[in-house]
Every structure is written in structure tokens, then in C-alpha cells.
């Protein structure tokens, strides 16, 4: 009976020590349920009031900020308008002005005296000799080619730049404008074979950008010029406007690469393969108004492989008077011929 109470007490602190034991996980899984609520709703109020901001931002811009931008808008806050209307102007007033006669560096006044004709004549690198003859000849220098310039008529070798510029080509060509000045050189034009159709090109925006004159001939190295007479026919003809004068002539394409006179977009002229008509290349004659047209559209005139054919090409796409004069018709065998082969 004595051992009852004993065995008794025994059983009550083992069941009391078990209690404790038992509750620890369920305090542990309290703490970190605590923990994962209080994290969970800090990221919930944290997003919905980064939410409330945006929304705060992009109401207000909106608010500051035309629905749909124009050009007419970009135009205004860029400051650009009143200069694209300037730029127009200029762009028009320009070509009013070459279409005027306006001269590069000799503004046209109404009491200076027309020339009567600007000839140039093609030259290149290797022609010194030729030059050197023709002056000695037909062509005047020094103080006559000063004369001829007051009765109205200038004449210039016409030439271009070297590929390499300011090599010795052009040097030499430099030094000998320096001591007979009667050079046109033409700055932006590359003198090469390749380039030689767009000489023309050249050669007529310089020359009447350079001086006011009633016509303006192109002539090749290879012509000797029976120089009073082609001023004669010049003289008769003088005021007439819309002139395209040279020894007429037309001819069949050469279509097969590597023949002379080759022209490599032959397919342009249809099935019958031949040229329209135009002026030989070798002397031809414009009225200001047709040099004043090449000028001021030069950029975007075609050539083709010969500059006499392109020249034609542009004379048929406007009103031009085609004048087919023999006597300009330099391998002809008249004996008042203006000119004759070299």
C-alpha cells in the first residue's frame, strides 16, 4: 500500500514532462505563419500603391500631352517651319534668277552690251602642241584676244581636272593660263575619256554662268575655224532665240561592244537602232535660252556615250529651231566652209 503513491506520483511528472516537449513544433509553424502573412501583405499594400502612382503619372501626363502629334507640331517645336518656307523661297528665287540671265560673279545689268558669242574649245592634258598651233593660227592671243573680246566674241580652251587634283596635270594646266589666260576650266568636271559626255554639260553651265552672250559654240581640238566667217553666221542669226545650229545628222547605233561609236544603251532606240537628229559633235552652236535650259537643269539631264547625241536628246524635249547649215559641216568638201578637220 505504501508503494501505490509512489508509482503513482512517477507516472504524473513523466505525463506532465511530455507536455512541453509536444507544443514546441506548433509555436515554431505559429512564428513562421506570422512571418509569411505579415510578408505577403507588405507586398500586396507595397504593389497597390505603386500601382495608385503610376496611375497618378500617367493621368497627369496625359493631361499635359496633345492626343495626337501632327507634323505640322514637331514643325513648330523643332523651329523648322519658318526655315523650310525661307529654304523654298531661295530655292525659288534662284532658279527665277538663272532663268533671267543671272551671271556667276558678273551680275547682268541693263546697260551692259551682249556679247555676241562664248566659244570653247575642248582641250585636254595631252593637247599642248595643239593649243600651241591653234594659236599661232586661227585663234588669236594676248592683246587680239583681248579685241576680240571687245567686238564681242571670247574664245577659251575648254577643260576639266585631274582625277588626282592638283597633281601635275593640273599644275601645268594652271601655269599655262597664268601666261596666255585664255583657259575655261571647269572645276567639278574630271577630265577623262569616260567623262567626256558630260563635259558638255559642264562647259555650257560655266559659260553662261560666266558671260551673257546671244550663242554659245562648242568646238572640237581637232577643227581649224575659219573664225570670221563663223562670226559672220553668228552675226546674221543674232536675237534669235531657241537656235540649235550645227552640220545635221542622224545614223545607225552601234550596238556591238568593243566597234567605235558604241553606244551601250542602244536598246533605247528602238527596233530600228538610229540616232534621232542632232548636231555633230564636232562644231555646234546654242541660243542662250537652250544654254540657259542645260544650266539650270543639269543635274538631271541624261547622256549618253557622245555628248553631240546627248545635246540632241535634250533639244528634242524642247521648243528648239533645229538649223542644219552645211557650211558648219566640217568634213565637207564646200569651199565656204566654216571649218575644217585639223
Known amino acids: 500500500m505504501d508503494t501505490l503513491p509512489t508509482t503513482s506520483s512517477k507516472a504524473d511528472r513523466r505525463g506532465r514532462s511530455k507536455s512541453p516537449q509536444t507544443s514546441k513544433p506548433s509555436l515554431v509553424m505559429a512564428f513562421f505563419s506570422c512571418v509569411a502573412w505579415l510578408y505577403v501583405a507588405g507586398r500586396l499594400w507595397q504593389d497597390a500603391e505603386n500601382r495608385n502612382l503610376l496611375t497618378s503619372l500617367l493621368k497627369k501626363n496625359s493631361a499635359q500631352r496633345p492626343k495626337v502629334l501632327t507634323v505640322e507640331d514637331k514643325l513648330m517645336v523643332l523651329g523648322c517651319r519658318d526655315l523650310e518656307r525661307r529654304i523654298v523661297e531661295a530655292e525659288m528665287e534662284l ?6 540671265g543671272y551671271l556667276k560673279g558678273h551680275p547682268q545689268q541693263s546697260g551692259d552690251k551682249r556679247l555676241l558669242a562664248v566659244i570653247g574649245v575642248y582641250t585636254g592634258f595631252g593637247s599642248h602642241l595643239q593649243r600651241k598651233k591653234f594659236r599661232g593660227s586661227w585663234m ?25 587634283r592638283g597633281d ?34 559642264f562647259f555650257f553651265s560655266a559659260a553662261v554662268q560666266n558671260w551673257d552672250a546671244d550663242f554659245y559654240v562648242k568646238v572640237d581640238d581637232n ?15 543674232r536675237g534669235q ?19 567605235p561609236w558604241y553606244e551601250p544603251e542602244w536598246w533605247k532606240f528602238g527596233d530600228e537602232k538610229t540616232y534621232f537628229r542632232h548636231a555633230a559633235g564636232s562644231l555646234f552652236i546654242l541660243s542662250k535660252n ?16 557622245y555628248d553631240d547625241t ?14 542644219d547649215d552645211s557650211r558648219l559641216c566640217c568634213s565637207s568638201i564646200r569651199q565656204d566652209k566654216v571649218c575644217s578637220l585639223a
Not at 581649224?224 to 546674221?236: F, N, P, Q, Y
Not at 532665240?241 to 568593243?258: L, N, R
Open 241 to 259: 532665240d531657241g537656235a540649235y545650229v550645227g552640220c545635221m545628222k542622224s545614223g545607225d547605233v552601234v550596238t556591238e561592244e568593243g566597234k
Open 223 to 237: 577643227i581649224d575655224l575659219d573664225l570670221e566667217a563663223l562670226i559672220g553666221v553668228l552675226d546674221r542669226r
Open 140 to 164: 588669236p592671243r594676248g592683246d587680239a584676244l583681248k579685241k576680240l573680246e571687245e567686238r564681242g566674241v571670247v574664245i577659251r580652251f575648254v577643260i576639266g581636272r585631274s582625277a588626282n
Open 168 to 201: 601635275s596635270l593640273d599644275r601645268r594646266i594652271d601655269e599655262e593660263h597664268s601666261q596666255t589666260k585664255d583657259f575655261l576650266i571647269l572645276e567639278g568636271h574630271e577630265e577623262a575619256l569616260e567623262e567626256l559626255p558630260k563635259k558638255v554639260k
Open 95 to 100: 532658279t527665277l534668277a538663272k532663268s533671267q
Open 310 to 323: 546627248s545635246v540632241g536628246s535634250w533639244m528634242m524635249g524642247v521648243q528648239a529651231t533645229y538649223i
Open 290 to 305: 537652250l544654254a540657259q535650259y542645260i544650266n539650270i537643269n543639269s543635274v538631271s539631264l541624261k547622256t549618253y556615250a
